[in-house]
């Protein structure tokens, strides 16, 4: 504590607390977000086209892979593990390539093992992948 002596030599306690540091620092921290916040975003224009298409229709025999809630795989009704996964697309697809694969995952799945789903898919020459989601409305619904 600071004493200040005034000219009754009466001790009196200064009770002012200095905010000066505190703004400095606060003023340095804004500046450097107002610089950095412009570089975290991205910055591409883009003029998205409006569509009032209905979604494409389902194909007649649709290939769905899921990825469940403890991150086991299932091809169309049956289960299958990672390392038979491209022999079982490759029976499912009559060795097709081209075919498009559905992706369906729970919700609880995490993005990193939806991703590696997605790698495996890759690695097997499937590159055609299509998620698969709820639809709001019964328009075009993918859910077998």
């Not at 009754?8 to 921290?29: G, K, Q, R, W, Y």
């Not at 804004?30 to 610089?35: D, E, G, N, Q, R």
């Not at 081209?98 to 993005?111: N, Q, S």
Request: charged share 20%.
């Amino acid at each position: 504590m600071h004493r200040i002596r005034h000219g009754d030599d009466s001790a009196h306690e200064a009770h002012d607390i200095n905010v000066t540091p505190f703004i400095d620092v606060m003023l340095v921290l804004l500046v450097i977000f107002m610089v950095t916040a412009p570089l975290t975003t991205v910055n591409v224009p883009v003029d998205l086209p409006s569509s009032t298409e209905k979604p494409a229709p389902r194909p007649d025999a649709p290939v769905f892979l899921t990825v469940k809630a403890d991150h086991g795989l299932a091809l169309g009704e049956a289960d299958v593990t990672e390392d038979s996964l491209p022999t079982a697309l490759a029976a499912a697809t009559q060795g097709n390539r081209d075919a498009r694969i559905f992706l369906r995952a729970d919700k609880t799945v995490d993005y990193g093992t939806l991703m590696g789903v997605m790698d495996r898919l890759r690695a097997a020459g499937y590159l055609k992948v299509a998620l698969v989601n709820l639809q709001k409305a019964d328009v075009g619904s993918m859910a077998p």
